[in-house]
């Protein structure tokens, strides 16, 4: 297993292995000088995120010494330097040693400048550890498929579907022509309409659909499709997990059981809209929820990231006032007062 193998796994995936201590992840921006690093990283290096602040320098100071030459210097990166995907020995403050895979790219500015780097690090001290871990998250959605036919389908940002295994077993297809074409088990007289209200969905926005398929001898049966967007800490928008299941199984998903992807699909003018129902200002809103104004106005102008925590305390606060987000039956959201 190298860190490449996980550039593109699917985020719930990479979340369970950062939880495990097998993962993590680094930024750094030159021109502020700000370095972050995920949670994951912190727990696979042994440190305290109270006590040690996020530092390349410091990465690489724990890195063994005669494994340093393997890893570009701080000078190096801010040059436009980057060495390739290499195994380091780090030693951990409580001296324990592990053997660890850095991957590190660099991002340039339209001029070809260095801007920023980052990295991401896999602890292949015990290359069994993680393939447990994956054999579990695939006995999982097994689990799933076997108990209803529900199959995740991660969805990335270049349109790309990965369908698991167990849609092959359901379509009676390859999985690589169902990742091909994931549109071909609707019945003829969908698909059209429901390829296209797939490419016109909101890139941050729920979404739900009921298209009926054919899948090997069956009778053509409806299937419940629910897409939700997948944002990181800095609201950035990484992936979209999709959730596939017979529409005989259960009613379409309440919006309060999807109130995390709900969340990030409230944008500026759904606030607004809260706002004059409650016949509030901004500067009530910023009070009752304790952030400052100027972030609800960011809120407010979608200039803060969808996954920032100041949306959701935004949103907390106006429901607590009476406000109602309900997702409608096409993904869009809309906004009422109980």
């Known amino acids: ?33 700000r370095q972050t690093w995920s949670p994951g990283l ?32 701080a000078a ?28 590190t790219e660099l991002h340039l500015s ?13 602890d292949v001290t015990d290359s069994a550890a993680l393939m447990r871990l994956r054999r579990a998250d695939q006995r999982r959605q097994s689990a799933w498929f076997a108990a209803a036919r529900m199959l995740f389908v991660p969805v990335g940002l270049d349109g790309q579907f990965r369908f698991p295994a167990e849609a092959a077993r359901l379509a009676g297809r390859p999985l690589e022509d169902i990742n091909a074409d994931p549109f071909a088990d609707v019945v003829p007289d969908e698909r059209a309409a429901f390829r296209d209200s797939v490419a016109q969905r909101a890139a941050g926005g729920v979404f739900q659909a009921a ?18 967007p997948v944002h990181d800490d800095q609201g950035r928008l990484i992936e979209r997990n999709g959730l596939i299941y017979p529409a005989a199984l259960a009613p379409a998903v309440a919006a309060t059981d999807l109130r995390p992807g709900l969340e990030q699909a409230v944008e500026g003018h759904h606030l607004r809209a809260a706002r004059a129902l409650l016949d509030w200002s901004m500067t009530t809103l910023a009070e009752a929820s304790g ?13 803060e990231g969808q996954g920032a925590r100041s949306r959701h305390k935004a949103v907390a606060t106006l429901r607590a006032a009476g406000i109602r987000f309900v997702l409608l039956d096409d993904g869009e959201v809309a906004v009422a007062r109980a």
């Open 1 to 33: 297993m190298r860190a490449a193998d996980l550039s593109f796994a699917p985020a719930d995936f990479l979340r369970l292995t950062e939880t495990a201590g097998l993962t993590g992840n680094w930024a750094w921006v030159f021109a502020s000088d």
């Open 211 to 228: 298209p009926l398929i054919r899948h090997r001898n069956r009778e053509p049966e409806r299937y419940r499709v629910l897409s939700v």
């Open 291 to 303: 952030l400052s104004l100027s972030t609800v106005r960011r809120l407010e102008e979608n200039a």
């Open 42 to 73: 912190h727990r696979l290096l042994g440190l305290d995120p109270r006590l040690a602040p996020p530092s390349y320098a410091l990465l690489v100071d724990l890195v063994h010494p005669d494994d340093r030459i393997h890893l570009a210097s």
């Open 110 to 122: 339209p001029e070809g400048r260095p801007r920023a780097a980052a990295g991401l690090v896999l």
């Open 76 to 103: 190096d990166l801010m040059q436009g330097y980057a060495l390739p995907e290499r195994e380091v020995r780090v030693m951990r403050p409580d001296g324990t040693l592990r053997l660890l895979t850095m991957r």
